[in-house]
């Protein structure tokens, strides 16, 4: 602020000095009635007293006391105290304490630098701040000591009210912007609130700021609150006021603001003071929190000490902060609503991994079950693989089986697991006893009940949880799956739906068992008919070599003798004939011959008798008695042996039987123009030796049975051979004699028989 007065001394006109200190009222009157220069202007006293600065003059008792001797009606207005009763006052005896203090303190200043000075001083005038900018001129007398002062003081309230409004409104702004900025940072907000109510109670100087929270039905808690001792803590304190239904809740609804300088002077309902006191609130000032034109609560300063008159800022900034606080409010909503949405969105992920790990384990359980149960044929391991299973998986007191009889009249128990000791196995039900279960389960339902009354089994004292689960398959119902637990504890839908399909595999399981063990009896009994069979093919075969070796004989006595004899020359029709004779008698042992040997093989009657063999010489000579059959027949033979090709441990006899047996069957199926080739092969593991004839080829469908005994493949014999179909079954069994493998490739009108040897 800029001075009024002048630095320059203020002079009096030479002619009105008096030196006259002692006679205090003489010279008081002349000063004040003489002319006065300020600034190089004269004043006389009427404008003295109308001047709106005051002017007043100071008596310098001494550095530490002083007194006012003269005043203008300005100091009169201004300080609210007439000017007589300020004349001859000190300063203590004006101000108070504090003030007087300052007041003499700048009077010493003037006094010790013997010049004008200036300065701003604030001062309470009728219990207010009031403002002045000073200028204090010292007079001195003619010893040059300074004995009065000349003060001048302009009143600088209003520019210190605009100061200090800018001053709040900037400090305000900031509150704002720092709230407004919290919010844009955080989502905490409880943690927006608290520090809210703080600084808003600081910067309003009130005693308590608390934001109230509404539920849907008008009552509400205090969230938040700041206050200060010795007031009373009233957060969390939960209200129903119907008193703020009835007669406020549209009102702040519709953005009322409700300003109360003095509870008892403004017009509130009983109830309404009632409840502001039981908070010990003298003034109170509300604003709504609305939030999306919602009202969510509300924002309350109060004054606890005294009544307050409630400026329009502080209105104006409790109405900026409601709104940031209904920001801070939605924003958190929102937030919250994406976090249930995320944590939602997680439990669903979680449930569903959940699931679908339950869905493996169930499937996992299920598979093991399903191979314990289906990895056996025998039906009382199939009942104790599934009822074990069960328990051990479900944590069961008890699982059993029972089966029905064949006209569903009687259930027994046919295996029974526990975790103590089993009571139920082998026990017999009459199903017409228990129609009401039975019913049910012969209808292929699943049932879950508490057996209150265990009359199911008496020997079970206690009432348990049982579950019954129909074990059936399409050929119809065998049994049941019992399954038990204590009676508080029940079966959830994931453990029905297992004990079902274990009661579906049980049925597959008993079904397959039950068949095995009817294709075992079938099995024992053709195996019966099978020996009863080869004993009677022993038994004919050798009742067939003694007259078959005596009829040999003879021809070759009668072949002996008619060469010795000499009986001319032979009719053509004599040598066919006789011809006829060995070939038919030959034919004949070697069916015989072959019957023996393939009964013995099945018998496991013969031995091998193994030694090294060169392929690569042993084939030659083994196709040496065919070249003649294969020439008049006019096919092709060709032998087909790589150098190096290594020994061969084996049986010679049995090997050359089957080779021969091999060569044999080529020669029998190969059309004329046609190719037989002997080969023979090796790897690191096996040697291979293998007969091949083109021309033919073997059907599909006969393939599987070109190895039976007795089989002929019909209408593949070009040269009418025939034959008993016992050549290939006697190489199968040979083969396996020794420890060979025999097998057939027949396609691109070529049929190969390959021999394989492990090395």
């Known amino acids: 602020m800029h001075n009024q007065a002048s630095n320059n001394s203020i002079k009096k006109d030479r002619k009105i000095i008096h030196n006259q200190p002692e006679d205090f009222s003489k010279q008081s009157r002349q000063n004040i009635q003489n002319v006065y220069v300020i600034n190089g202007e004269r004043y006389w006293p009427s404008i003295y007293d109308r001047i709106e600065a005051a002017i007043f003059v100071i008596e310098v008792l001494n550095k530490e006391k002083f007194r006012y001797i003269a005043l203008n009606k300005a100091c009169e207005r201004w300080i609210g105290i007439s000017i007589e009763n300020l004349k001859g006052k000190t300063p203590e005896e004006i101000f108070s304490a504090e003030d007087a203090k300052k007041v003499n303190q700048n009077y010493r200043n003037c006094v010790d630098a013997e010049k004008t000075i200036s300065y701003e001083l604030s001062v309470l ?139 008892y002077e403004a017009g509130l309902s009983s109830c309404h003071v009632d409840l502001l006191a039981s908070f010990e609130v003298k003034a109170n000032l509300v604003v709504p929190i609305l939030v999306e034109e919602k009202l969510w609560g509300l924002l309350v300063a109060q004054h606890c000490r005294s009544p307050r008159k409630w400026q329009p800022e502080n209105v104006e900034l409790l109405k900026q902060l409601a709104i940031q606080v209904g920001i801070a409010v939605q924003q958190a909503e929102l937030h919250q609503q994406v976090q249930d ?21 169930f499937e996992a359980l299920i598979r093991r079950i399903t191979e314990e149960i289906r990895d056996s044929l025998d039906e009382s391991q199939i009942l104790q693989a599934a009822t074990q299973n069960l328990v051990e998986a479900l944590k069961l007191d008890t699982c059993k089986v029972e089966l029905y009889n064949s006209d569903y009249t009687m259930a027994t128990i046919a295996y029974e697991y526990a975790t103590g000791f089993p009571v139920s196995q082998g026990m017999t039900r009459k199903v017409a006893e228990f129609q009401y279960v039975y019913d049910r389960l012969l209808e292929k339902q699943t049932l879950q009940f508490v057996e209150l009354n265990p009359s199911l089994n008496p020997k079970r004292k206690i009432p348990v949880t049982r579950l019954a689960c129909s074990i059936f398959d399409d050929q119809g119902i065998l049994g049941n799956l019992w399954l038990i637990r204590p009676k508080k504890e029940f079966f959830d839908p994931w453990e029905i739906r297992l004990v079902q399909q274990v009661a579906n595999q049980c049925a597959i399981a008993i079904r397959q068992a039950r068949l095995f063990q009817k294709a075992q009896v079938q099995v024992k009994e053709l195996e019966k008919l099978n020996r009863i069979k080869d004993e009677f093919l022993k038994t004919i075969s050798h009742e067939l070599r003694t007259p078959m070796s005596s009829i040999q004989l003879a021809a070759k006595t009668l072949e002996n003798l008619l060469e010795q004899e000499d009986i001319g020359k032979k009719s053509s029709t004599f040598t066919r004939v006789l011809n006829l004779f060995r070939q038919a008698c030959q034919r004949q042992t070697q069916i015989v011959d072959d019957l023996l040997t393939i009964c013995y093989i099945d018998a496991k009657g013969e031995t091998i008798a193994t030694e090294w063999i060169d392929l690569s010489i042993w084939i030659p000579e083994i196709v040496k008695p065919f070249l003649e059959r294969i020439n008049s027949q006019q096919q092709e033979l060709k032998i087909d042996l790589p150098p190096n090709l290594p020994l061969l441990d084996s049986d010679v006899a049995i090997l050359k039987r089957i080779v021969n047996e091999l060569l044999n069957n080529a020669c029998k199926y190969t059309p ?4 037989i080739t002997v080969s023979a092969s090796a790897t690191d593991k096996h040697l291979r030796l293998s007969v091949s004839n083109s021309g033919v080829e073997i059907p599909v469908s006969e393939r599987e049975r070109i190895f ?19 050549g290939l079954a006697l190489v199968e069994k040979l083969a396996e004699l020794l420890e060979a493998s025999i097998y057939l490739e027949s396609k691109n009108n070529q049929t190969t028989f390959t021999l394989q040897f492990p090395i």
């Open 125 to 263: 005038l009728k219990g207010t701040p009031s403002w002045w900018i000073t200028t204090l001129t010292p007079v001195k007398d003619d010893s040059d000591r300074v004995y009065q002062l000349i003060g001048t003081s302009i009143n600088i309230n209003k520019h210190k009210q605009a100061e200090q409004e800018l001053r709040q409104g900037e400090k305000r702004d900031k509150l704002l912007a720092d709230i407004a900025l919290r919010i844009r940072q955080s989502l905490d907000l409880e943690t927006i609130l608290n520090r809210t109510v703080c600084e808003v109670r600081k910067f309003l100087s009130c005693d308590r700021v608390l934001v109230f929270q509404f539920h849907p039905n008008w009552s509400g808690f205090v969230a938040v609150e700041s206050v200060v001792p010795p007031w009373k803590k009233v957060v969390g304190r939960r209200l129903k006021d119907d008193c703020f239904t009835k007669n406020y809740q549209k009102q702040y609804q519709q953005g009322r603001i409700q300003v109360v300088e003095n509870i």
């Open 672 to 675: 004329s123009k046609e190719k």
């Open 341 to 361: 949405f995320n944590a939602d969105l997680e439990w669903q992920v979680e449930k569903r991994t959940y699931q679908l790990q339950q869905t493996l384990n």
């Open 708 to 726: 039976e005994k007795f089989y002929r493949i019909p209408h593949k014999d070009p040269w009418q051979y025939g034959g008993t179909g016992l």
